[in-house]
T-cell receptor
């Protein structure tokens, strides 16, 4: 069964600190993995995309890693800001269907305190 | 910011009413999707479309219906709203090519009382 598991479920950190969010997936055949940021009451917005051959990709203070062998990804946030408070969702796309199905994790709820 | 819009943003409605949630995109995307999301839970696909006159049911069974008469427009209708329909509904679109980014609207928070 295609699944995406994220940990931790929630995380509280102080402003300026770093944190790492984890994503494990069983989606096959794998197409790509995206990390989305979803602010409360808003739609998700893509932060990074990782394909099979990519190990690391950065977008400002966000750095995503992918280990396609172990089917694990992480999102590292550096020097956190209050505006980073949001849900971070790991989304894996398969390439085994015409639709290119998206499989969503439940997200990690990050709260940054001043 | 993605060019995909949902209206209304918030809706409180009585049981038994008929409602239509609007979704429009100006990116010319062929694929469009409706997701349902409860607080703290993952998104569940309830409807999708490959293009005009194409509609399919998603993974999560839903009493809602959709239509795709125009490329840019993908409305979702509930003929008779119930409290169990209370949720956030997110519309998304993407290019036809598999694996491309899905762009999401702001969502409609529906409350049925």
């Amino acid at each position: 069964k295609n699944q995406v598991e994220q940990s931790p479920q929630s995380l509280i950190i102080l402003e300026g600190k770093n944190c790492t969010l984890q994503c494990n997936y069983t989606v096959s055949p794998f197409s790509n993995l995206r990390w989305y940021k979803q602010d409360t009451g808003r739609g998700p917005v893509s932060l990074t995309i990782m394909t099979f051959s990519e190990n690391t990709k950065s977008n400002g203070r966000y750095t995503a890693t992918l280990d396609a062998d172990t089917k694990q990804s992480s999102l590292h946030i550096t020097a956190s800001q209050l505006s980073d408070s949001a849900s971070y969702i790991c989304v894996v796309s398969d390439r085994g269907s015409t639709l290119g199905r998206l499989y969503f994790g439940r997200g990690t709820q990050l709260t940054v305190w001043p | 910011e993605a060019d995909i819009y949902q209206t209304p943003r918030y809706l409180v409605i009585g049981t038994g009413k008929k409602i239509t949630l609007e979704c429009s995109q100006t990116m010319g995307h062929d694929k469009m999707y409706w997701y349902q999301q409860d607080p703290g839970m993952e998104l569940h696909l309830i409807h999708y479309s490959y293009g005009v006159n194409s509609t399919e049911k998603g993974d999560l069974s839903s009493e809602s219906t959709v239509s795709r008469i125009r490329t840019e427009h993908f409305p979702l209708t509930l003929e008779s709203a119930r409290p169990s329909h209370t949720s956030q509904y997110l519309c998304a679109s993407s290019e036809q090519r598999s694996g491309t980014e899905a762009f999401f609207g702001q969502g409609t928070r529906l409350t049925v009382v």
